[in-house]
């Protein structure tokens, strides 16, 4: 058993200034571990703010901010020594008009020094990775339930022949699912030989909740197409283009509970090496299509005007949507004892940080 407590010495978190990041950070302070914050430029006021006023607020405990680079072997060397866990929430995902590569090298390439520097310090029990629903899901029949136990490189053949390695710098999808599930069969193997520490991935859906700041908006992310709909916009519609299709089916977890989800899959004896988490929806309750997911806004909302949503007629979507991803977060809630929150917490906190931050 590898599980840690606050007592054993510090978190060091990666992508600390991100969406997630930041939240896991929140989190590790509100329990009183001393965080390592991993950040590419610790003098980026816009990016690390947050994070120096989370250390200035906590009590008994401390947050330390380190610069670290994905694309340079050793650069966490220094942020890992003496840490009892290391979160690794750090990639390259595509928000920033990266290419197919780079998200894959981001994401997988880039990752194996990570570990390094995980092996290097001698004092890590627990590497946990944030990994994606991606390195589940798979091309499954309308309503299937995705669990743990699901691969994204499983039923092959009906990727058409599209899910190979050359597609890997065409396709941003295939990459960076690619990306994600080498990276967990890497890190749990790295883990088992090494025998010094267990490796144990998070796999989350569609996260959105409160943004801690305005760079938390980013482009294209689920909180990024939350705020469109709160403007009015059709899901999928930017400046007035269609980028995607306006319907889908969402299934949403709170960037709360997935942060929380990090440090008790740490802190957790059920968990061991080769554990994943998917975290989703925690009942049927957080699965809306987007037609339903903009009534859902509506009322949240009542004060505004006009909500996105799909193209409608009659008061009926002019499509049915494809059903499907279906999945929930039941492992981590029985093994890890996670309690989440409710879709209308989140939709509506989501929401209020939107104009909190004055962008609505």
Not at 182 to 203: L, R, V
Not at 298 to 320: C, Q, V, Y
Request: proline content about 3%.
């Amino acid at each position: 058993m590898s599980e840690i407590n606050k007592k054993d010495g510090p978190i060091a978190v990666t992508g600390a200034s991100g969406y997630i990041g930041s939240r896991i950070v929140e989190d590790l302070v509100g329990q009183g571990y001393e965080v390592h914050a991993c950040v590419r430029d610790a003098s980026n006021v816009k990016k690390v703010d947050h994070l120096v006023k989370l250390g200035k607020d906590a009590h008994n405990c401390d947050v330390q901010l380190f610069e670290g680079d994905l694309f340079k072997k050793g650069s966490y060397d220094d942020a890992f020594s003496g840490c009892i866990s290391v979160i690794h929430a750090g990639a390259t995902v595509g928000f920033n008009r990266e290419t197919p590569q780079e998200v894959y090298d981001g994401c997988f390439t880039e990752n194996e020094h990570v570990v390094e520097s995980v092996k290097k310090s001698g004092s890590v029990k627990r590497f946990v990775f944030t990994s994606s629903f991606a390195a589940v899901a798979h091309p499954r029949p309308e309503g299937y339930v995705f669990s743990e136990k699901d691969w994204c490189g499983d039923n092959v053949e009906a990727y058409k022949g599209a899910w190979t390695e050359e597609n890997i710098s065409k396709n941003r999808d295939i990459a960076y699912a690619m990306a994600k599930a080498n990276t967990e069969k890497m890190i749990y193997k790295m883990a088992e030989d090494d025998g010094n520490f267990e490796a144990i991935s998070i796999n989350p859906l569609h996260v959105i909740g409160p943004l801690m700041t305005e760079n938390h908006n980013q482009f294209f992310s689920w909180q990024y197409f939350i705020w469109q709909l709160l403007q009015g916009n059709n899901f999928g519609s930017l400046e007035g283009k269609q980028v995607r299709s306006d319907r889908m089916l969402w299934n949403m977890v709170d960037v709360r509970d997935v942060a929380k989800a990090h440090r008790i899959a740490a802190e957790s004896s059920n968990a061991k090496n080769g554990s994943r988490f998917i975290l989703s929806a925690t009942d049927h309750s957080g699965e809306l299509f987007t037609w339903e997911l903009q009534a859902k806004l509506k009322d949240l909302f009542p004060e505004i005007k006009t909500i996105g949503g799909e193209r409608m007629e009659d008061n009926k979507p002019i499509k049915p949507t494809y059903d499907s991803p279906r999945s929930y977060c039941q492992k981590a809630i029985q093994e890890l004892g996670l309690l989440t929150y409710s879709i209308d917490e989140t939709l509506r906190e989501t929401g209020e940080s939107y104009k909190k931050l004055g962008l609505l």
